[in-house]
């Protein structure tokens, strides 16, 4: 198993890091889809209330996980320790390609949107320019060190807060909304279950960062304590704030305007209906700064997965080195590669779907290990428990695997391409194992290796 990291993180900061990944571009960007596919404030908002609950299913599972095997890596060492080599490797694999890779390529897109709308005269680079120079400027911030990484995320965490915050308060204080629309419906309202189901994976995406400080547990300090008090308030952090600005948006306009094109900035829509065109640019400037830092979140833990695989020798072995100052230098470069691809090659809407059915899937992989390893290891210490067990890891695992088989019915493009990239990744471990074998054999280690069967 992949040796411990440095204990350099607290409390405050996981929960940093949890809340930056999750408020990113999906809160802003995604109810104009909801809006434009449903129709339905009140139904809306009620798939954002269950969208947190099922953010908070799965972040006290993976609080039991990460205190009892506090170690780098999230889904991919709980999946090796539950279900096997293979099935570690290919939750890392999809970390890099669909996880960590898709999502954040997703965000800097929806990041280069809301820059053009601050700066018009960026758009003759366009978005896919921008949003690269974003993941590359904040790949070289976390190449400098954790410490570092770790200050930068605190204080980006609490400007965007504080900036969310302003203006939930700037929308209800204006007076220039109107509670009615709550009451009124758009043409879509009698959307079917289907829909519905496509329209929950966009608000899972925007949850998602809820596991974020499980990828770095090997770095946090009394994990057994702070882990778990990260995770669960932090997610219950993030829902509220969630429906607040859900709220606040149905306030300043009504359904069927919200989902009017342009649809991916719902955020600068509301802004300029509420407050004006001058204060708007505010706002947008505050939620790039958002964005910037649920980029920021995901390109800091990522990394740490594909660490923990080379350190395993189920990656190549150069992505274990780690700077003097602890970051993991080639696996931040390794990513950003990819996230360049990706940039290049898919929409906004096509990303976020392409990545929400692997995500879902394999994180409901890893919260059903909690069932698995309390049985397989009842006497592992546990410092926290999740409550209600079997019942919390259950709702979950079930609901994960509903949302992940509806959407592939309703968008069978994204979501085959998405599962396809999955499967991708065995003849990949294939070729690593036997590769390890003719090593060991050639040195004369008759250790046994890890069997692809």
């Given at each position: ?96 390609t669909v996880g960590f890779g898709a999502a954040i390529a997703a965000t800097a897109v929806a990041f280069a949107h809301y ?24 790949s070289a911030v976390h190449c400098l060190g954790v410490q570092r990484g770790g200050s930068f995320q605190r204080w980006i ?11 939930i308060a700037a929308a209800f204080g204006s007076g220039g909304g109107d509670f009615s629309h709550f009451e009124r419906v ?268």
């Amino acid at each position: 198993m992949a040796t411990d990291a440095p204990k350099r993180v607290g409390a405050f900061t996981a929960a940093c890091l949890l809340v930056s990944n999750a408020v990113g571009s999906g809160i802003f960007t995604t109810t104009g889809f909801q809006a434009r596919d449903l129709g339905d404030p009140k139904l809306i908002l009620l798939l954002w209330a269950i969208g947190g609950l099922f953010a908070l299913a799965g972040a006290m599972s993976y609080a039991e996980l990460g205190a009892a095997i506090p170690r780098v890596g999230g889904e991919y060492v709980y999946l090796r320790r539950a279900f096997g080599p293979v099935w570690g490797f290919l939750s890392g694999w999809t970390s890099f390609t669909v996880g960590f890779g898709a999502a954040i390529a997703a965000t800097a897109v929806a990041f280069a949107h809301y820059w053009i709308a601050l700066f018009p005269a960026a758009g003759d680079l366009g978005p896919a320019a921008i949003a690269l120079v974003l993941v590359w400027t904040l790949s070289a911030v976390h190449c400098l060190g954790v410490q570092r990484g770790g200050s930068f995320q605190r204080w980006i965490t609490i400007a965007k807060i504080g900036g969310i915050t302003a203006l939930i308060a700037a929308a209800f204080g204006s007076g220039g909304g109107d509670f009615s629309h709550f009451e009124r419906v758009g043409g879509s309202a009698h959307a079917g279950v289907g829909t519905a189901a496509v329209a929950l994976i966009f608000v899972l995406y925007s949850y998602s960062g809820w596991n974020a400080a499980g990828y770095i547990a090997g770095e946090i300090r009394d994990p057994g304590r702070n882990l778990p008090l990260a995770m669960i308030s932090g997610t219950i952090f993030v829902t509220l704030l969630y429906l607040a600005v859900n709220v606040a948006y149905f306030y300043a306009l009504p359904v069927d305007a919200l989902g009017a094109a342009p649809v991916l900035p719902v955020a600068e829509k509301i802004a300029r209906a509420l407050v004006g065109e001058e204060a708007a640019i505010a706002v947008v400037a505050v939620l790039c700064l958002s964005i910037a830092g649920a980029t920021s979140s995901m390109i800091w833990a990522g990394p740490r997965v594909y660490w923990a695989m080379a350190e395993d020798a189920v990656a190549p072995r150069a992505l274990a080195q780690t700077s003097r100052h602890g970051a993991p230098v080639r696996s931040i470069l390794a990513q950003s590669a990819w996230i360049t691809v990706l940039v290049a090659s898919g929409s906004f809407e096509q990303l976020v779907v392409y990545s929400g059915v692997a995500i879902a899937l394999f994180s409901a992989a890893a919260v059903a290990s909690v069932a698995v390893l309390r049985r397989r290891e009842p006497d592992l210490p546990r410092p926290y428990r999740v409550p209600l067990y079997p019942w919390v890891p259950l709702a979950y695992v079930v609901a994960s695997l509903t949302v992940a088989a509806q959407a592939t019915y309703e968008r069978p493009l994204e979501s085959i391409a998405s599962l396809a990239t999955v499967a991708a990744g065995i003849p990949v471990y294939v070729a690593i194992t036997r590769r390890r074998e003719r090593r060991s054999l050639t040195r004369g280690n008759r250790e046994p290796v890890d069997s692809p069967a």
